[in-house]
């Protein structure tokens, strides 16, 4: 191949590489310079934020505690099962990800509310998980366990099954391959599914204010905040959106240098 | 020949191209322009209506009448929040008419010069919705703190900062801690009146205050209780041609239509009420 088709070929993905990359960065980098100083200090300043942030953080890691702790022995099933069941309860496990959120709110109504399908047989009739924390959580986990779900299931199925069947010839419980053999070995796709889940529950909008509703301090979530702020003033949801924005990063970039140090950690073992 | 001059031959040639493509769609826009006289801008083109999310009902219904009065012309309506619209209109979009459910952010795009002439064509007035379950409990504006678990807007939104006043206006005739007892039952506080309104209809509240065309939507899932009008306050719907219209006569013909009998009478019985002719915000 000539030195010049070459050069072509490169300059061609890096183009459309950059092409999307330049495409996800400005509308967060018009967002940054669009706010100036004073406006992010009235912004942090803005009585809605501390409450928020702190239920965000609050639900959040209890939504990725839930998703994780049943998504894992999920995943770890849905990736050994085979058949046409199989694949097609993984379908329905990536379903709520496709679900407008505000209907996936209506839905968590429909089956956990007053005259919810679980009314008066999972709880007495009349009550409801709707307005509370509790229901915060719920709509996280349902909006954000599929894409922790989908990481984790391609991550169990890439380790080595010889790996695995080693491990059970010298005697080891299925219990013991599972926790000791195939999570540390699917760890950084663990990690990073969720990374992707936390992420989209910390964003999560719809079905929160359709299902758990918005109460300062018990179901305003920071997303719920930005979007209160933003009826009477654009630019403090854009101080708090920044706010969102810096929290998600940082944790983001965190996720990422552990997934770095996983992956060290594993060659070295 | 070396690949680079052929490579810069076609470049030539391409820019050719793209100039001439240039040249020839000024002189049809030219022509085209000077041939759209006023007669005849009512008979073609696309009239875009930037309205409030309560007027959706009212509106598209309108707007069918207007495209058979005007055959030719094509409404596209954009319904949604009036803060979402206000700052749609902000950041230049093409928007002929704007409708407003509150008329603060009307004078906002009026202080830009960004609408013309304001004209107030609509109101609507709170009302208290009630649950299936709780109709025998909340009769009347002064049982409303019977309900276990009310839901109302959030004070940042136009039905939010109506319902403040009003409960406050009650604080003098139904005892001074009559809005708190009734705040002492929220349980949620909306960002829009719809989800006031979803809530309870679903029976997950028992009682909220929404506006009566929105009560109307819901049938027979909740029941409506009226609101003393010496304590009520009515949201003013002002209605306006945008500055930069690139239809103006076609939105004239539309806040003309809104404005006419006809339009007056479909308001009406969608639930809003109108105000006398020509009232100014």
Redesign the interface.
């Known amino acids: 191949m000539s030195a010049g088709r070459l050069r072509l070929e490169r300059g061609g993905l890096a183009v459309a590489g950059w092409g999307l990359l330049g495409f996800l960065a400005l509308p967060v980098v018009a967002l940054f310079l669009a706010t100036s100083p004073s406006a992010l200090r009235d912004g942090l300043s803005h009585p809605l934020v501390g409450p928020a942030l702190r239920l965000s953080l609050l639900t959040t890691s209890l939504s990725l505690a839930i998703v994780v702790g049943l998504g894992t022995p999920l995943a770890w099933w849905l990736a050994n099962a085979s058949g046409r069941a199989a694949r097609a309860l993984e379908t329905l496990v990536q379903l709520p990800a496709v679900i407008p959120p505000a209907v996936a709110g209506v839905a968590l109504l429909l089956t956990f509310g007053r005259r919810g399908l679980l009314a008066g047989w999972a709880y007495p009739t009349g009550s409801s998980l709707a307005f509370s924390t509790t229901a915060v959580v719920l709509a996280e986990v349902f909006v954000s366990a599929p894409y922790f779900v989908q990481a984790a299931t391609s991550g169990f199925r890439r380790i080595d099954p010889k790996l695995l069947l080693v491990a059970r010839t010298f005697g080891a419980a299925p219990l013991r391959v599972f926790s000791r053999v195939a999570v540390p070995l699917a760890a950084p796709g663990l990690l990073a599914g969720g990374a992707m889940s936390w992420a989209r529950s910390l964003g999560e909008f719809g079905a929160t204010l359709m299902f758990a509703g918005n109460l300062e301090g018990r179901t305003q979530t920071l997303p719920l905040a930005i979007y209160t702020a933003f009826e009477s003033d654009s630019r403090v949801a854009q101080a708090l959106s920044i706010v969102l924005v810096a929290v998600a990063y940082t944790l983001l970039l965190l996720v990422r240098w552990l997934l770095a140090r996983t992956a060290a950690g594993g060659e070295a073992a | 020949m070396t ?1 680079c001059s052929v490579h810069r031959r076609r470049e030539h040639r391409v820019r050719r191209a793209v100039l001439a493509l240039c040249v020839a769609l000024l002189a049809t826009c030219a022509t085209a322009c000077r041939r759209k006289a006023p007669a005849d801008a009512l008979s073609h083109g696309r009239l875009v209506v930037f309205a409030a999310a309560s007027l959706r009902e009212v509106f598209t219904r309108l707007g069918s009448d207007f495209e058979q009065a005007h055959p030719g012309v094509e409404v596209t309506f954009n319904f949604a ?1 009036t ?1 979402e619209l206000r ?1 749609q209109v902000e950041h230049g979009a093409a928007v002929d008419v704007f409708a407003s459910a509150d008329a603060r952010h009307m004078d906002a795009l009026l202080r830009d010069a960004r609408v013309l002439d304001p004209v107030i064509f609509a109101g609507n007035e709170p009302v208290i919705v009630v649950s299936r379950e709780a109709a025998q409990r909340v009769r009347t504006l002064a049982e409303l703190p019977a309900a276990e ?1 009310i ?1 109302l807007g ?1 004070p ?2 136009p039905i939010g900062r109506y319902t403040v006043t009003l409960l406050d206006r009650a604080n003098r005739t139904l005892g001074a801690d009559f809005r708190a007892r009734v705040e002492a039952r ?6 829009n009146v719809r ?1 006031v309104l ?2 309870v209809s ?3 509240a028992q009682a909220g205050i929404v506006y009566r065309t929105d009560a109307l939507t819901a049938g027979a899932s909740v029941t409506v209780v009226a609101i003393p009008s010496e304590l009520n306050v009515v949201a003013e719907y002002p209605i306006a041609v945008a500055a930069g219209a690139p239809n103006p006569e076609l939105a004239r013909a539309w806040v003309a239509l809104v404005l006419s009998p006809a339009g007056r009478g479909a308001l009406a019985q969608a639930g809003f009420g109108t105000p006398r002719a020509g009232a100014s915000p």
């Open positions: 690949q929040g803060q700052s678990r839901v959030a940042e939104v929220v349980v949620s506080r909306e960002l989800q979803a809530k679903l029976g997950e």
